[in-house]
């Protein structure tokens, strides 16, 4: 860490913007719908695919009902923010780019302990699994490493890295904080808990008590039955806005309470058949225009 | 004579794939440089490499290798295969014995260019369990990115490349530099020999010795705590692991904040070795200390005080997440979890949770029972039943699956259950495995047979069994946890009996198979032991016996009889008598029915009839007795009498009656044996 004052939390995403900024990423902006991680949007899961180059970077709000605390875990929440790249193919310094964005963020590699420790990544619902670490720093997971070799049960002809930040970790540690409400937001005063707090507490009751199962049950078999029909359509975003809708819809039923262990699996095939049409529409799609 | 090294240095690779990797390279050259006489062979592992060294001879001498063809009447067709496979002509081939041989002369080959032949091939198809592309184009895999090959004889560079049809194996060649560790020395130097390597990955801060690591990290530790007289919770699992996670290990102690102290020291310690692969400390009473222990990767210029604060906190995050689990999980009673059961699937067919809860309660009540237990112990059984699965819905254990059981049993003292069954709560799921102990608290060990029965006669009632490797529901452990909690505490029970009541109204499926897969499982375990597995067999030939503790006393017995000499020859005398009795029998059928005492022609028949008689009388009354030992005693006593018979008497009398008498009391000398065992599954 810089002897400096530490990074706000809006300062941390900009030294990132910059930095794989000048990597030749392009900077993109969060995806418009809710997802459950950074991977899920389309420009990661859907670029990941086919043999184009692809470098991006973009900060996406990542929702997880089931994580919901009412604002009373210091750690953990049901809304929080990613820091994603995505890099195709990968860098032979892939490593050696985290370690040099770690600098930028006022960690210093040399005077802290980082380790690279075995994380096999796999994401059943989007049939998607890749190797590669979690990034420790002094024993605190600060990023998801992957190499990516299948997106949508479909194999990566031309893999990409990826790196995942969780972003309120990093800033907490970077700025010493226990608790992610006492987050320096901006550097003049206003803090994470500001913003989120009320929006923590009001979600987490949603989430596990008042959203309506019966609604969402049908809004998770209309976007299914949409999504089918848009990748027999061959328009592969539309359809996959709707796979990712059913897998939100899936995740809040999850945190009802409603879905049984056996249900589970069952529903998250269904969002895996919707995953893969959707990244065979896209590879179709890519072929033809190629 | 030359010194080889090859070092394959790469990108992070997992911990417990290192050493397996270390061993299949080094076997892999092995039997790739047969004809070199590998020897004197050295593997080194660790978080970023895996390498070898042998020393080798200089070439492979030149020589002479023959291969037969096909016969000289075989069709054109195979000749022209044969001849096509080698990339020689008719001309080339000689006639030996009526087949077509091809004698080739091999020039000498030198060790440099077998060596660059096979390790490419080696390279590619080497065996990972997981392995990953990368880049853009090439099909070559690793564990992960391969970044160098450092291979040399003697000092010089082997040059090869990994290249091949097309494919630029992401322009991988073979080099004589080597990297150090990656903060402290980063970029490459020149190898020379093995030594020297080591020496010099040492002066960069990477120890490539694992067992040097290993000690590094042990007496660190040790150390440290020693200073803060405390001391370390043995964990060789850990140490293994830390130890392909560091390329130089400094250990390091920091301290737990008071405010988590009042934690589990099974949670604390939980939480710090699957999340951060951090040592548990004990003070001299053995409780939890207010420290941790940790291994990092560098040593630091300020000793470690940076990082020892980072993984301070990183600790205090771990336990206030545990804490919030510990403080929610507390407000509502185990009892009060027990109806949410009914809503968490165990299996499909076998139903919720809660039924297996109400079925292990009952169980419990029933093996507490048949071990003689007092009706307030069968009531604490019954309630441990109940109670056993619950915390399954907690937080806890939801973050932490390998702390049920053990949080059970903490809530349950918690919510003023009493102290058996509480504890029973604890212990129901142990032995956890095969180092674990077994229970002993009467209460605990009726509701870990409940458990282990439930499960057993579940599955088995579905044919839900285990085949080969296969084992999903842990059904073995199951079955050895059943073995060993009766064994360890000498219980007398029927299992029989208890595998109908755990059965209850399920009938069918592969639930007749039970008691032998037991009787499998128990084989197996007395193997594991060192013990004589024929022995067993010989005395589980009539079916297993329900009664554990009374079939190992028998076959104990047994096992020791046959050891005496008088045991031997009885045994040998068994296997003469059941040889005849086979090839006789084959003949005219088997020959039973009480022999006749007006057809013995001779003093010994009578002797041998006598002595049975006696025999038998004595063996059964001993053996309703328990008293295995004088049971096999009766048994090697016929030996004199045996020898006598079988010494002066022709069984096949040319006399039909006499001859099938005779046979006849043999059969009844097998009949006699098979009271304790049957003789033909001992071996030897």
Partial sequence: MSANRPLCFQDLILRLHQFWSEKGCAILQPYDTELGAGTLSPHTTLRALGNKPWAAAYVQPCRRPSDGRYGENPNRLQHYYQYQVLLKPTPADSQQLLLDSYRAIGIDPEKHDIRFVEDDWENPTIGAWGLGWEVWCDGMEVSQFTYFQQVGGIPTVMPSTELTYGLERLAMYVQGVENVYDLDFNGKGLKYGDIFLRAERDYSRHNFELADTGMLLTHFNDAERESIRLAEAGIAQPAYDQCLKASHLFNLLDARGVISVSERASYIGRVRTLAKASCEAWLAGEEENS | ?684
């Fill in chain 2, 1 to 684: 004579m030359a010194e080889m090294l090859l070092e394959l240095f790469s990108e992070e690779i997992p911990a417990g794939m290192q050493s397996r990797a270390a061993e299949d390279l080094a076997s892999a050259l092995t039997k790739a440089f047969d004809g070199l006489a590998p020897r004197d062979i050295q593997t080194f592992f660790g978080a970023r490499r895996i390498a070898a060294s042998i020393t080798l001879d200089h070439e492979i001498p030149a020589r002479t290798v023959s291969e037969r063809g096909p016969r000289e009447s075989a069709p054109e067709k195979a000749l022209a295969g044969f001849t096509r496979k080698h990339g020689v002509t008719p001309a080339d081939l000689t006639l030996e014995d009526g087949f077509w041989v091809l004698n080739q002369n091999l020039d000498p080959v030198s060790a440099e260019t077998r060596i660059a032949d096979v390790v490419p091939e080696i390279l590619w198809k080497f065996p990972w369990p997981k392995s990953m592309r990368w880049g853009a184009g090439s099909n070559f895999t690793w564990v992960r990115p391969l970044r160098r090959i450092t291979c040399i004889l003697d000092g010089r560079v082997v040059p090869f490349s990994l290249a091949r049809d097309g494919d630029d194996a992401h322009g991988l060649r073979s080099s004589n530099l080597s990297e150090g560790h990656r903060f402290v020395a980063p970029g490459a130097f020149e190898v020379t020999s093995t030594s020297q390597w080591k020496d010099e990955l040492e002066t960069r801060s990477v120890i490539v010795d694992v067992d040097t690591r290993r000690d590094m990290i042990r007496t660190g530790i040790a150390r440290l705590a020693a200073q803060q007289n405390i001391s370390v919770v043995e964990d060789a699992g850990l140490v293994d692991e830390v130890a392909g996670l560091v390329e130089y290990p400094v250990p390091l102690l920091g301290h737990i904040g008071a405010a988590f102290m009042d934690l589990p020291a099974e949670v604390m310690q939980v939480s710090m070795r699957i999340n951060q692969r951090y040592f548990a400390l004990r003070t001299p009473e053995g409780k939890a200390a207010p420290f941790f222990a940790f291994v990092a990767n560098l040593p630091f210029k300020d000793g470690g005080a940076l990082t020892t604060a980072g993984n301070e906190r990183v600790l205090s995050a771990r336990f206030a997440d545990a804490r919030h689990f510990w403080d929610l999980d507390r407000k509502t009673p185990l009892a009060d979890r027990v109806p949410a059961l009914d809503a968490v699937t165990f299996h499909a067919k076998l139903g919720t949770q809660g039924a297996r809860a109400q079925r292990i309660s009952t169980l419990a009540r029933h093996v507490a029972e048949a071990m003689g237990l007092t009706s307030q112990q069968a009531d604490q059984a019954y309630r441990a039943g109940l109670l056993a699965k619950a915390d399954l819905t907690t937080g806890m254990v939801g973050e932490f699956p390998e702390l049920q059981g053990v949080m059970g049993g903490y809530y349950a003292a918690h919510d003023g259950e009493d102290s058996a069954t509480a504890q029973a709560v604890a212990e129901h799921y142990m032995p956890r495995g095969l180092g674990d102990d077994t229970a002993t608290a009467p209460v605990s060990v009726a509701v870990a047979l409940a458990d282990r029965l439930d499960l057993l006669a579940g599955f088995f009632a579905i044919s839900e069994t285990p085949t080969g490797s296969g084992d999903p529901y842990g059904l073995r452990r199951a079955a050895l946890g059943v073995i060993r909690s009766i064994r360890d505490n000498a219980l007398r029970l029927n299992l029989t009996d208890l595998f109908s009541k755990a059965a209850g109204e399920r009938t069918g499926g592969e639930l007749p198979r039970l008691p032998d897969f037991i009787a499998e499982r128990l084989r197996v375990q007395l193997r594991s032991e060192g013990k004589r597995h024929d022995v067993l067999a010989a005395t589980l030939a009539g079916g297993l016996d329900g009664d554990l503790v009374r079939l190992l006393a028998r076959t104990d017995a047994l096992s020791d009889m046959i050891q005496t000499e008088n045991g031997r020859n009885l045994l040998a005398a068994a296997k003469r008598a059941a040889n005849i009795l086979r090839i006789e029998d084959k003949k005219d059928g088997p020959h039973t029915g009480q022999p006749d005492s007006t057809l013995y022609a001779q003093d010994e028949e009578r002797a041998l009839a006598k002595a049975l008689d006696e025999a038998i009388v004595q063996t059964q009354q001993t053996l309703k007795e328990e008293r295995f030992t004088d049971a096999m005693q009766a048994m090697a006593a016929l030996r004199p009498v045996l020898d006598q018979f079988f010494e002066a008497v022709i069984v096949n009398a040319p006399e039909p009656e006499i001859r099938a008498n005779r046979l006849r009391l043999l059969t009844k000398f097998r009949q006699t044996t098979a009271l304790i065992a049957d003789f033909g599954q001992i071996e030897g």
